[in-house]
Antibody, heavy 119, light 115 residues
């Protein structure tokens, strides 16, 4: 059974940084396209970005408004994908989900980790 | 940028009745080389992550009850719940993928409740 577990969320001050992790079991993330999607409290889903397979050179893509502040990377030895978030603002407060993508379908989702940006 | 507009924002339906959710894209939804449409539907129950219901506009995911169906093409798509059950109370999102630039876009969501 595929399981994705996000961690690293918490309370951070505006302007601060945070790194989220997405650890997988039952699946080798180096062979998967992995996305981050966020959901602000009471709001809808917003795509953050993704990293493709290691065999493809692992290029990354980001939602235009977040480019430059957010970086996705992967540690294949730990079967984990990361989301580095810098210069955080209150608008970044959300639950952050990771999921795997196959032919544009976001099929496996983690439970999410809550990031709260507040002074 | 592609915009996905869902309607209605919310609807209340009696148990056993039909629920219909619409999703309109600002651009024609991309198709794969084998003519599959990159339009998916997700269900999100309270406190849960989204769950894939329908992929490729009309293909039910494994284990999804057959009361859920998807249809549409081009820019207009529909998710239908033929006979609403209590466990279907959730927010439903349409979703599409675009290649240039690569991006995933979600509709704003439709909240389904029991009347």
């Amino acid at each position: 059974e595929v399981q994705l577990v996000e961690s690293g969320g918490g309370l951070v001050k505006p302007g601060g940084s945070l790194r989220l992790s997405c650890a997988a079991s039952g699946l080798t993330l180096s062979n998967a396209w992995t996305n981050w999607v966020r959901q602000a409290p009471g709001k809808g889903l917003e795509w953050v970005g993704r990293i493709t397979r290691t065999s493809e050179g692992a290029p990354t893509d980001y939602a235009a408004p977040l480019k430059g502040r957010f970086t996705i990377s992967r540690d294949d030895s730990k079967n984990t994908v990361y989301l580095q978030m810098n210069s955080l603002t209150t608008d970044d407060t959300a639950v952050y989900f990771c999921n795997t993508e196959s032919y544009s379908v976001l099929s496996n989702w983690g439970q999410g980790t809550l990031v709260t940006v507040s002074s | 940028d592609i915009v996905m507009t869902q309607s209605p924002d919310s609807l209340a339906v009696s148990l056993g009745e039909r629920a219909t959710i619409n999703c309109k894209s600002s651009q024609s939804v991309l198709k794969s080389s084998n003519d599959k449409t990159f339009l998916n539907w997700y269900q999100q129950r309270p406190g849960q992550p989204p769950k894939l219901l329908i992929s490729w506009a009309s293909t039910r995911n494994s284990g999804v009850p057959d009361r859920f169906s998807g249809s549409g093409s081009g820019t207009d798509f529909t998710l239908t719940i033929s006979s609403l059950q209590a466990e279907d109370v959730a927010i439903y999102y349409c979703h599409q993928y675009s290649k240039s630039p690569p991006a995933h876009t979600f509709g704003g969501g439709t909240k389904v409740e029991i009347k």
